[in-house]
T-cell receptor
């Protein structure tokens, strides 16, 4: 089945630094979504991308839908302690039932 | 969680018992998805339901697992004769169109 490869697996950065993470796939995805999950909670949608090449921002977050439709990245600028959590990419693949395929997650830790 | 309710939040069962997980979607949403998350992993799709219908159960194990979304009441994910490997966090997501809103999850522990 379709899979998403997310990297890096984890990051430990200093407060104020910028962060970048990405997702790749061997097959085309029709949408790309980025979620954040806090411990003991469900994923919360951060950014949704629907068109190849689309670049979207949400505050300090910026994400892009790759031109080939096989990759996406998420950037976080000027990180703060509350950015700590697990970030997942997800996408709607070839299925038309709306099910999401998730990456393995990037665990972000921010040192004050 | 945008109003998606799941209960219980934590569930402990012994091997061989049944587990029932409930999901109340956002009011007015008629689509419910169930996902399973093992520790240190991403979420894996299990089943997609619309009111009274199973649309896609391609991610659901063939045995012991079942799901329903009745006309009235919450969606139920049922696991019969649980085994230790069923221990995981189970999330439901509610959708009205393209966007899925996740609940807080039920953490199932099988002793």
């Amino acid at each position: 089945g379709q899979q998403l490869n997310q990297s890096p697996q984890s990051m430990f950065i200093q407060e104020g630094e910028d962060v970048s993470m990405n997702c790749t796939s061997s097959s085309i995805f029709n949408t790309w979504l980025w979620y954040k999950q806090d411990p003991g909670e469900g994923p919360v949608l951060l950014i949704a991308l629907y068109k190849a090449g689309e670049l979207t921002s949400n505050g300090r977050l910026t994400a892009q839908f790759g031109i080939t439709r096989k990759d996406s990245f998420l950037n976080i600028s000027a990180s703060i302690p509350s950015d700590v959590g697990i970030y997942f990419c997800a996408g709607h693949g070839s299925s038309n039932t709306g099910k999401l395929i998730f990456g393995q997650g990037t665990t972000l830790q921010v040192k004050p | 969680n945008a109003g998606v309710m799941q209960n219980p939040r934590h569930l402990v069962r012994r091997r061989g018992q049944e587990a029932r997980l409930r999901c109340s979607p956002v009011k007015g949403h008629s689509h419910v998805y169930w996902y399973r998350q093992l520790p240190e992993e991403g979420l894996k799709f299990m089943v997609y339901l619309q009111k009274e219908n199973i649309i896609d159960e391609s991610g659901m194990p063939k045995e012991r697992f079942s799901a329903e979304f009745p006309k009235e009441g919450p969606s139920i994910l049922r696991i019969q004769q649980v085994v230790r490997g069923d221990s995981a966090a189970y999330f439901c997501a509610s959708a009205d169109s393209d966007t899925q809103y996740f609940g807080p999850g039920t953490r199932l522990t099988v002793l």
